[in-house]
Structure formats: structure tokens, C-alpha cells
């Protein structure tokens, strides 16, 4: 039994040390665009957790369509979320953001990034690459993470963006 235990332990961490890796870099986020709003919070907690959960989309993607010992850095230089922060008042007398979206107002990033294999061989990259987002979906729903309701009310336009630049540049 021990020994059984001991071979599904080694089997699981080769697993994990050889599966597809995805690094964000966001670089530089106090110059961002959206940075530049009057209502930025100073701690940047509203920032944060929007990068954390398009990372985790990003981490997602690679775990579905990168091969074992593959790795995608990403670095992102701007992010122009979809619509407007504004504060809102709250019964604790403090400000909290709110994305206020507009319809034609679709979010954009400028990213750079390198996919390579367990060797270290470059397989595909590309530099100040301009993506923005467009209200209608063009990407199959089966080739993506789900996305969440809450994921969806944060960052849902930034996903569906992100979705169909890498479906355009790693799956087709």
C-alpha cells in the first residue's frame, strides 16, 4: 500500500513539473491608462484583483492548450479596461469603484510574449501587439475556461478579448 501511494506521489509531481506553464509580467501598471483616472483607489486594490483574475484566465488557457514542458511569458505594457471607474457611495462612508461600461467602449492591452518548449526553443512570439476587444464573441465556448459570474462582472470583456487574441494566435 505504501509503495502504491509512494508511485501515485512521484507520478503526480512529474506531472506538475513538466505541465505547461503561463507567466504574466504587468509591467509598469501606474502607467497604464486606466491608472491615469481621477478615481484610481491608492492602494490599486481594484486594479489588483482585476489582474489577478484575468492571470488566473490566462494560467487556465495554457493548462488547456499548451503541451507538458511549455511555457508563455506574457508582458503587459498598457490595459484600458472596458468602460469607466466611478465611485460609489457606500453606507461605510468610503468610496468603492464600479465599472461603468459603455457600449462602444471596449477594453485594450498591449502585450508582448514568447511561447517556448521544455527546451528553451522559441516556438512563436511577438512584441507590442495591440489587441481590443469587440461586443460580439467570436470564439467557440468548448476552447475556453468557463467564465464566472463574478469574473464576468469584473472582467467579463477583458476575458472574451483575451480569448479570441489567443485562439488567433495559438490555436488557428
Known amino acids: 500500500m505504501k509503495l502504491k501511494i509512494l508511485f501515485l506521489s512521484l507520478f503526480i509531481f512529474a506531472n506538475a513539473a513538466v505541465a505547461a506553464e503561463v507567466t504574466v509580467d504587468w509591467h509598469e501598471p501606474n502607467n497604464y491608462t486606466d491608472v491615469e483616472s481621477p478615481y484610481v483607489d491608492r492602494d490599486n486594490d481594484f486594479l489588483n484583483v482585476r489582474f ?3 492571470e488566473r484566465h490566462l494560467v487556465a488557457l495554457g493548462k488547456m492548450h499548451f503541451t ?3 511555457t508563455l ?3 503587459i505594457t498598457d490595459y484600458d479596461m472596458a468602460g ?3 465611485p ?3 453606507a461605510s ?3 468603492p469603484l464600479v465599472r461603468r461600461e459603455l457600449l462602444n467602449d471596449q477594453p485594450k492591452m498591449v502585450l508582448s510574449f514568447t511561447l517556448t518548449d521544455a527546451n528553451g526553443k522559441v516556438l512563436k512570439e511577438g512584441a507590442d501587439i495591440e489587441i481590443e476587444g469587440r461586443a460580439i464573441r467570436t470564439e467557440g465556448r ?4 468557463k467564465i464566472t459570474r463574478r469574473d464576468k462582472e469584473t472582467v467579463g470583456a477583458e476575458l472574451v478579448m483575451l480569448n479570441r487574441w489567443f485562439k488567433e494566435t495559438f490555436i488557428d
Open 52 to 54: 489577478g483574475r484575468i
Open 68 to 70: 507538458a514542458g511549455e
Open 73 to 75: 511569458q506574457l508582458k
Open 84 to 86: 469607466t471607474l466611478v
Open 88 to 90: 460609489q457611495a457606500s
Open 93 to 95: 462612508g468610503q468610496q
Open 142 to 145: 468548448a476552447l475556453f475556461p
